[in-house]
């Protein structure tokens, strides 16, 4: 665990969040089934209703301040890129561009399977730069930065988007992931089959949502899972420098009589017995890595 101060916040980046709210809620969960089906998930995205995800904004709004904050901070605490960025899932709300994006970091181009998240996107945002892609097709190349906000777990081939960033980047070029939702079940479902030839067939679900699966007789969530997923095929490019993919928490003294907390979309709120207990927790799992630069031959 490392500790930063920045600016009124105090951050803390560390490989397990303090409290894992998604793993509370399998541990209360009973087991389930959930039908999986091996499909064309790309052709499913592509035709997905853009409800599913501008539900996300709801709690985004709410700390829509905090997530600024934590976004600057991770711009200059990794050195990041400000220009010529290339997002990959941008959705219908592009949000990582509208309103997380710092003022200084441009231009900035969202690449979108989706052709009514790409139409609702352009109502919200005229001046945004709106493509069609997919991270599973990537063509551009000598790119200095590729970022997605909750994003890539929907891969249910994760090496495989993996290898097209690389592809992509400039040597010393960034990878930059922001998970601050619920990740894909299938995207974690297909790297569990990866590793043991089988799709789980033990779920835990919360208001008819998955939080987890049953791996080994380990319950274990999605965030879990996910961020094995991708850490895995990070590690698996030699080419690849992994700096992080870790919980990251922005603590915050809150004005008023409640302990606040976002934890990956999930919003809770409690009563604070005392001033100092009014805190304002911003959790999200962030994932960087960078592009070895080439070796110079004599």
């Known amino acids: 665990m490392t500790l930063f101060e920045y600016k009124h916040a105090q951050i803390e980046i560390a490989p397990r969040p303090r409290i894992d709210i998604y793993q509370e809620i ?31 904004e709801r ?20 050195g990041l890129p400000t220009k010529d960025i290339v997002e990959y899932g941008s959705g219908a709300t592009g949000y990582f561009d509208a309103v997380l994006r710092p003022e200084q970091v441009q231009p900035w181009l969202q690449v979108e399977i989706n052709p009514a998240a790409r139409a609702e996107n352009k109502r919200r945002n005229p001046n945004a730069n709106v493509v069609e892609g997919s991270y599973n097709h990537i063509e551009y190349r000598h790119v200095p930065m590729i970022v997605g906000l909750s994003s890539f777990d929907t891969a249910d081939d994760m090496p495989h988007a993996i290898d097209q960033v690389v592809q992509a980047l400039s040597p010393g070029g960034f990878f930059f992931h922001v998970q601050d939702v619920r990740p894909g079940v299938y995207c974690a479902a297909s790297h569990v089959k990866r590793k043991t030839g089988s799709f789980a067939d033990v779920f835990y679900e919360y208001d008819n949502q998955v939080f987890g699966m049953e791996i080994a007789g380990v319950r274990r969530t999605l965030v879990n899972v996910f961020q094995e997923a991708i850490g895995e095929a990070l590690h698996a490019q030699t080419s690849l420098e992994v700096l992080a993919n870790d919980y990251v928490t922005l603590t915050e003294s809150s004005v008023d009589a409640h302990h606040e907390i976002y934890f990956l979309n999930l919003h809770a709120a409690s009563p604070g017995s005392l001033p100092v207990m009014r805190k304002r927790e911003t959790t999200v799992l962030v994932t960087v890595a960078r592009k070895k630069l080439l070796k110079k031959t004599k």
């Open 26 to 56: 399998i541990n209360l969960s009973s087991p389930t089934s959930y039908l999986l089906r091996e499909n064309d998930q790309e052709a499913f995205f592509r035709k997905q209703g853009i409800e599913e995800t501008v539900v996300f």
């Open 59 to 78: 709690n985004r709004e709410k700390f829509r301040s905090s997530l600024q904050l934590l976004t600057a901070f991770l711009w200059e605490h990794f």
